[in-house]
């Protein structure tokens, strides 16, 4: 199974809104919509973020938004924050009932 | 509450085996639905998903690592315990365990993660 494909980098100033995408295929991203979105500052666990395409848990910022077209996923961050600047990775099931991650972007707080 | 925590060597040797437990409390892996996952995250790199256990005792292995793992659980010690043979030293990393709770998939609750080295 590949690691779907996510940009190295993004960055944004405060304030602004910037989209994370996530790239599979039609066995894991296209195919269901169980992607997920994690947030890891340095020496920390992941956090989730968004759960089965477009859902927030309990507690985490509604300017955290998610959705999918296609084979593609994107994570939408708005009114972007410093506490924002951190590693996000996606992940899917797939076709296989297992799960993958993406490459992971690092989002930078100009 | 919901917590995890994960425990194991923190070196072993190459070619030895791995054996790690995640314990947890404030679920049970016996509620429908419930599930706990192994990841790793090699220094500096990205997170790779290594293995699923699912309340009914179904398991779910990586690809590329489906020879190497072993996932098991004991629902009356609330752990799960991962098994890794012929470790490298590319195998070194923080691995962390997590839950995916019924009725979505998405890893709401992870451990704090163990460092785990491979070297002579």
């Known amino acids: 199974q590949s690691a779907l494909t996510q940009p190295a980098s993004v960055s944004g100033s405060p304030g602004q809104s910037i989209t994370i995408s996530c790239t599979g295929t039609?066995?894991?991203?296209?195919?269901?919509?169980?992607v997920s979105w994690y947030q890891q500052h340095p020496g920390k666990a992941p956090k989730l973020m968004i759960y089965?395409?477009?859902n927030r848990p309990s507690g985490v910022s509604n300017r955290f938004s998610g959705s999918k077209s296609g084979n593609t996923a994107s994570l939408t961050i708005s009114g972007l924050q410093a506490e924002d600047e951190a590693d996000y990775y996606c992940?899917?099931?797939?076709?296989?009932?297992?799960?993958?991650f993406g490459t992971g972007t690092k989002v930078t707080v100009l | 509450q919901v917590t995890l925590k994960e425990s194991g060597p923190a070196l072993v040797k190459p070619t030895q085996t791995l054996t790690l437990t995640c314990t947890f409390s404030g679920f049970s892996l016996s509620t429908s639905g419930m599930r706990v996952s192994w990841i790793r995250q090699p220094p500096g790199k990205a997170l790779e998903w290594l293995a699923r256990?699912?309340?009914?005792?179904?398991?779910f292995y990586s690809t590329s690592l489906k020879t190497r793992l072993t996932i098991s659980k004991d629902t009356s010690k609330n752990q799960v315990v991962l098994t890794m043979t012929n470790m490298d030293p590319v195998d070194t990393a923080t691995y962390y365990c997590?839950?995916?709770?019924?009725?979505?998939?998405?890893?709401?609750?992870w451990g704090q993660g163990t460092t785990v080295t491979v070297s002579s």
């Open positions: 992940s899917s099931y797939t076709s296989s009932s297992t799960g993958v």
């Open positions: 256990i699912d309340w009914d005792d179904d398991k």
């Open positions: 089965d395409v477009s």
């Open positions: 997590a839950r995916i709770g019924p009725g979505y998939y998405g890893m709401d609750v």
């Open positions: 039609s066995s894991d991203v296209g195919g269901y919509n169980y």
